[in-house]
Nanobody, 123 residues
Framework: QVQLMESGGGSVQAGGSLRLSCTVSADTYDIYSMAWFRQAPGKEREGVATIVSDGSMIYASDVLGRFTISLDNANRILYLQMNNLKPEDTAIYYC?????????????????WGQGTQVTVSS
């Protein structure tokens, strides 16, 4: 069984930074693959970044260079460092986990989801 708990959301002005955390409680030895997704009001959920336990990662094009995903395997915490935030980054951010080593931002490939944390960026 896998449980995910996000934290670190909040409100910032454009150009500011936030760091999201996702604590993983799992019976499995290996974390496998995790990701951050986001969903803005009236829009579909979209992938932000994904990482595999060996450190491989990919990003959505609109966050590349501004966001950094990282995984603390020892403590089982997933992070998303978000810099130079823009109003269009406003959304609920979700962490997700899958029991495979896929490296794709396909939400249907993830088995477990957190409840989400709100990020609001004002102009």
């Amino acid at each position: 069984q896998v449980q995910l708990m996000e934290s670190g959301g909040g409100s910032v002005q454009a150009g500011g930074s936030l760091r999201l955390s996702c604590t993983v409680s799992a019976d499995t030895y290996d974390i496998y693959s995790m990701a951050w997704f986001r969903q803005a009001p009236g829009k579909e959920r979209e992938g932000v970044a994904t990482i595999v336990s060996d450190g491989s990662m990919i990003y959505a094009s609109d966050v590349l260079g501004r966001f950094t995903i990282s995984l603390d395997n020892a403590n089982r915490i997933l992070y998303l460092q978000m810099n130079n935030l823009k109003p269009e980054d406003t959304a609920i951010y979700y962490c997700a986990h899958r029991e495979s080593w896929l490296l794709v931002l396909d939400p249907t490939s993830f088995n477990h989801w957190g409840q989400g944390t709100q990020v609001t960026v004002s102009s």
